[in-house]
Every structure is written in C-alpha cells, then in structure tokens.
C-alpha cells in the first residue's frame, strides 16, 4: 500500500496554494488562488488577513476533494508562508485590527532610521542576525500598535495576538485553539534571539512590544495542533512549519554545510547553509535560521532582493508590455545583447546588500529604438546581476559558491536560468521539483508524522532536471556587470 499523502499550505506573497505530495516528493495535485495587492501610499503594500484565509481554506478544500476523489488518506498538513507579513488580531472574534502589513513596505523606514541613529543596530544585529530595515516584522507590529484605535491598550491587557501568516492560519485552522510559531518565522520578525532560540526581552522593550502579544515558538516539524473539523471538514494534524525560504532549502535538501538554494518568485532569496554555526557577516548578508529539528539549530547565510519576479509583474500588469511572464523568454533570446538597457527594480527600496529603504526603481540606457524586448531582457538580467550582488557578498565573508540549487516561479525560464550561470559563472542546478517551497512543509511535516524517518530519506529524494553552465566570454560579463554597477550607484539614495 502506498504511503498516505501530505498537504502542503504556500501562503505566497502573491497567491495562496495548496499541494498534495507523495512520499516520493512527487505531487498529485495542485489548487491556487491569486490575493489582491494592496498599495495605499507610495512604498507600503497591505493584504486583507479575510482574503488570504478565504484563498487558502478554498485552495485546501480543492485539493482534500482531489485526495476523497483518488480514495487517498492524507496523513498531515505542514504550512508555510511568506515571511515577516504582519498581521494582528483580536483573541476572542480572530478578526484582524487592520490589514497584514506585507514584508516589502517600507512605512517604518523613519523609525528604522531612529533606531539606528540612536546606535542600536549592532546589539539589534548580534541578538537576531538581522539589520534595522523596515523589511522585518518588529517595527510593523510597533506601526500597528500606534496606529490603529485602542490597540496598545489592547495588547497590554492581553487582547490580541501577533503572528506572521503561518500564526494567522494555524489560528484559524484550530479555531483559536493554537497560538504559535516556528523558529525560522520567529527569527524573521526581529524581536527573537537567534543564539538563545528565544523571544529577547530587550528588543521587546526597544519596539515597545508587550510579549502577551507572542506566538510561542517551536521546532520546524512539531505538533502544531490539530484542524478544526468544522473548517476543513476533517481533522489533520498541524506536523510542520517554515518560512518560505527555509522551506525551500529544506524542499532542495541543502543539509550539508555549504550548500547553497537560490529561489525566484517575488523576490530573490539565497540562503547558504552554515551548519551549527552562526556567522556574522561583515557584507550586510542577514545571520538566520535555516532549520530547527529535535532541539538543534541549523544556520544559514541569506541575501535578500525584494524584486525578482515582482518586475516582470510590473512589466504586464503596470507597463502593460507583455500579455504573461512566459513571453519575457523568448523577447530576451531574440536579442544579441542587453542593448545597454539596466533596469534597477528598486521599486520598494533595495535590499541585500545596499539596503537602501529610500531608493526607487531606474531604467538607464534608453533610446528611441528601446521596446518592450529590452525592457523584458533588462528585468530579467536586473535578477541575474541582484543575484551577482549578493554571491560577491557572501563570498567576501568567505563562503566558497562553487554551484548554486535555483527553484521558483521564474526559474522554467531557460533564458533566465541560464544567464544567471553566465553572470554567476557558476553551474546552476534546477531540480525536477520546482515547487521546493511546499515541498520543503511537506517534507517537515512527513518528518514529523513518521513518513520519513531522517533527512537522508529526503536527500535520496532530490532529483536534476537540467544543468546550466556558464557559457559567456569573460570580457563579456565583465563589461555587463560594469554596466549593472553604474546602474546601481546612480539609483542609490544614500550617495547622492
Ligand atoms: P511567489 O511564491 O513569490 O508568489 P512564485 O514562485 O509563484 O512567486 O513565482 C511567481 C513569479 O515568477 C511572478 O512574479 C512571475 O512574474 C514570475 N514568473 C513566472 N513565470 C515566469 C517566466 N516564465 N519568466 C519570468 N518570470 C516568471
């Protein structure tokens, strides 16, 4: 008899998503639901708590039926999400106080500053491996607290509750019976110690942050309650949670020290596994937690961009220039070179390793013969040489990068994938199983349920697609990333 099947929750930025995986890592069914973006004012972007929990327990439903359909058990759900998004709600209704604040808005960019003017970047970043950047879900919550009607007073008495979106549906899924967290979500939200696994009462003071409002905080695959039966119409164990780009590592087997994923969605994400050991980075990469399983902490090194993806979104849905992300293949083949067209996608600041809050998107080397064909090529490479960016970092704090594991929505794109092996100079691996996010909370979720009895049953897992290699003359790159540097210090705020 086959082994029973595994839901997997992705709380995207953008959609919500629900797979069903075989052991194998194979999946047999999939159901997504796009949310709306909302942008209120120049840099902040919201969503509706309601919109994301509507899409999800609806993407859930239709792949529950695909399993009642196949006569398939499913043995447990494992849940993960994008990171630091904000949200608060009321203990007693669940409703949120206001929409979740998404992790690319930039509101708290002047208390961020504050902050850091007042000196307390380094203790910030020795406790949580993170920077003062509006990026992380500390100031958010601060945001909230002062903002909305009553809610300090709120929070005080013990009223709300904070949690990042895998909190928010764990909530939901158990009806209020479950208030927790995971260790990778808690050390996204800057308000958590990293080394002693732990929410720090000194950042809680420093953001002004009742710790009634807190999740509590567990190991990646660990019970996280049971669902509701009147909300999914069963009730499965809650076995496994990550933030999406742990998961992913996780969903890429990157086990051993050294190894390295790259994701591409949204944003750009490399995440380098650093075993036990958590380095601090002299180049401004993020100190994070890439895992924790049975009580032991497992490091990493993470780069963070904030538009990778996002760019060819705007590309069809604010330019207007291509009908769907797939034609931007075969517009960017169709040209000899980039044309000197630089798109620098700083639309909510820059992140890794300029991060630069204040800077706004450029487009630099246009003429009267530019069209949608460089501009598609120029968001492409714009992700390619972001990605160059933060390897030059990581290899400054002395990491070795000799081959890099890519997934994400982006990375079928051959074009693409194979310029970033150009630009990297560097092989890229794209595995068979592109959806390495869910299949990461699949996979700790299996962990836990006792589908898998170690990671080596994951790692066997693993499987290549297709290899890309650097093929590029030297010259060449070096003349595109001489390019791209111009670029970027032109679309700097911080040297002008
Ligand atoms: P997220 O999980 O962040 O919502 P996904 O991993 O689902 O993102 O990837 C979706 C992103 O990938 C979108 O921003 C979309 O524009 C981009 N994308 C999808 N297909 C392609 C493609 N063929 N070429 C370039 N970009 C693509």
Not at 95 to 116: G, M, S, Y
Not at 258 to 267: E, H, P, Q
Not at 391 to 415: C, E, H, P, Q, Y
Not at 462 to 476: G, L, R, Y
Request: glycine content about 8%; charged content about 20%.
């Amino acid at each position: 008899m086959s082994a029973p099947l595994i839901l997997s929750i992705d709380q995207g930025t953008t959609s919500s998503r629900a797979m069903l995986f075989e052991k194998d890592g194979s999946s047999v069914a999939v159901s997504q639901q796009e949310f709306t973006q909302i942008y209120p004012q120049s840099g902040w972007v919201e969503h509706d708590p309601e919109e994301i929990w509507q899409t999800t327990l609806t993407v859930c439903k239709e792949v529950l039926k695909k399993a009642a359909d196949l006569g398939r058990e499913v043995a447990a759900i494992g849940i993960t999400n994008q990171r630091e998004t904000t949200v608060i709600w009321d203990r007693k209704t669940g409703k949120a106080i206001h929409n979740a604040i998404v992790w690319q808005d930039r509101r708290t960019a002047p208390f961020c500053k504050e902050l850091k003017d007042a000196g307390h970047e380094s203790d910030v970043t020795s406790r949580t491996g993170l920077l003062l950047d509006p990026y992380f879900s500390g100031t958010k919550v601060a945001w909230l607290l002062d903002n909305v009607d009553g809610a300090r007073a709120r929070a005080e008495k013990g009223e709300l509750a904070f949690g990042t979106m895998d909190s928010f549906l764990i909530w939901r899924l158990t009806s209020g019976e479950v208030h927790a967290t995971d260790t990778t979500n808690a050390c996204r939200t800057l308000m958590f110690n990293i080394h002693k696994n732990e929410w720090d009462n000194k950042l809680l003071s420093l953001l002004s942050v009742p710790d009634k409002l807190l999740p509590v905080v567990k190991d990646c695959a660990a019970d996280f309650g049971q669902t509701d039966v009147n909300v999914l119409g069963t009730s499965l164990p809650i076995c496994g949670v990550a933030g999406d780009q742990h998961a992913a590592s996780i969903g890429q087997v990157c086990f051993e020290e050294g190894m390295v994923k790259s994701t591409y969605g949204t944003g750009c994400f490399v995440m380098l596994n650093t075993g036990d050991k958590a380095i601090a980075s002299k180049n401004k990469m993020l100190t994070t937690v890439a895992y924790r399983l049975n009580g032991k902490t497992t490091y990493a090194i993470e780069g963070s961009i904030f538009v990778a993806g996002a760019a060819i979104q705007w590309l069809r849905d604010g330019l207007g220039v291509i009908q769907s992300a797939d034609e931007t293949e075969s517009m960017a083949s169709d040209l000899n070179d980039n044309q000197g067209v630089y798109l620098v996608p700083a639309f909510t600041g820059m992140g890794a390793p300029y991060w630069d809050p204040d800077a706004r998107g450029a487009l630099f080397g246009l003429t009267r013969d530019t069209g949608p064909k460089e501009l598609a090529r120029a968001a492409l490479e714009s992700v390619c040489f972001q990605t160059m960016d933060l390897f030059d970092a990581i290899r400054s704090d002395g990491a070795a990068l000799d081959t890099v594991r890519v997934d994400g929505g982006m990375v079928k794109n051959n074009w693409l994938s194979q310029t970033l092996a150009d630009i990297l100079n560097v092989p890229v691996q794209r595995p068979m199983q592109t959806e390495t996010t869910a299949l990461g909370a699949a996979y700790l979720a299996g962990l836990q349920c006792g589908i898998y009895a170690s990671l080596d049953d994951l790692t066997s897992n693993w499987q290549q697609e297709k290899a890309f290699s650097p093929t590029m003359q030297n010259e060449d790159r070096e003349q595109a990333i001489a390019g791209w540097a111009n670029a970027v210090k032109r679309t700097r705020s911080d040297l002008t």
